[in-house]
């Protein structure tokens, strides 16, 4: 089985400071890093790292050529992957505390170049029963469903940043929904996690859903009643970038392997323990084998 990841690539600015800005405050921060980063990427990465066979598809300007040298130094297949002679990649400006927490601002550039005639291309080296992994960080993502639907793709979609795409789309062509407690809000109006379930479930009874709660840990659903929870490995986080989006590689690559829904919250925890003990984003992706030296699974 392949696994196509359409998806973002951006270069992080990562900034450390004591606080977030506050509005009209100017605050020096302690120093910047420069990081290969976007959500698309960042799951690509992990998807690779735990041992998936994952296609990135995206858009990257002439300065993030080195995006790309990531994903196949990682392991990712990038023949999908096109770069824009007239426009600058994404980026994320990134703030990051003493406590690890982090505030994001995106720009989408390239990432919103996404055409038609791409995702007509890039869909037609994938067929029934191959993961399709989307993000919102690209334009066009409601065509891409429609068409991934139509040809029997498995659809897995992390709605994130949430805004009115998200609550355009039509999310029961989707088999995954992997979203936080605030997404998950959005969408249904419920702040509890049963809830939250329970709503997303009565609307899409055959999707899969599953919910990270940050330091609660995270919750796996479907339709048919089977339902598992994990907590979190306790770890220093000096930046929790990449947190989620390791969590959804190591998932889905587990889900895949054979691993029931409670093993393989367990496996990504693990990962995404030890991604936000380390620097940057897609740089802080641990390997499998990483994971499973770490002591965490037992």
Do not use: W
Request: charged share 20%; net charge negative.
């Amino acid at each position: 089985m392949k696994v196509l990841n359409f998806g973002s690539l951006n270069i992080d600015y990562v900034y450390t400071v004591e606080h977030f800005v506050r509005a009209g405050e100017t605050l020096a921060s302690a120093k910047m890093d420069q990081f290969p980063g976007g959500k698309g990427l960042n799951q690509s990465v992990a998807f690779a790292r735990a041992g998936a066979c994952v296609y990135h598809a995206g858009l990257v300007g002439k300065e993030g050529e080195f995006l790309r040298s990531l994903l196949c130094d990682s392991g990712v297949d990038t023949r999908f992957v096109r770069t824009i002679s007239d426009g600058s990649c994404g980026h994320a400006i990134i703030q990051v505390t003493p406590a690890g927490e982090n505030c994001i601002l995106l720009y989408g550039g390239a990432n919103h170049r996404v055409t038609e005639d791409m995702i007509d291309e890039v869909l037609s080296a994938f067929g029934e029963g191959d993961l399709l992994m989307l993000q919102n960080e690209i334009n066009g993502i409601d065509t891409i469903i429609d068409k991934a639907h139509t040809k029997g793709m498995r659809i897995a979609l992390n709605p994130s940043p949430f805004n009115e795409v998200i609550t355009g789309l039509d999310l029961s062509k989707l088999d995954y929904l992997i979203l936080n407690e605030t997404e998950g809000c959005e969408l249904t109006g419920k702040t509890e996690a049963d809830e939250i379930i329970n709503a997303l479930l009565f609307r899409y009874p055959d999707i899969k859903i599953i919910l990270t709660l940050g330091s609660q840990g995270s919750m796996y659903a479907d339709g048919t009643g089977d339902r598992a929870e994990h907590g979190i490995f306790k770890v220093k986080a000096v930046d929790t970038t990449a947190a989620g989006d390791t969590f959804t590689g190591f998932f889905f690559t587990s889900i895949m392997n054979g691993h029931a829904p409670n093993e393989a919250l367990a496996i990504a925890s693990a990962a995404s323990s030890i991604a936000v003990s380390r620097m940057g984003a897609a740089p802080s992706i641990p390997t499998m084998e990483e994971v499973k030296a770490s002591g965490y699974l037992v």
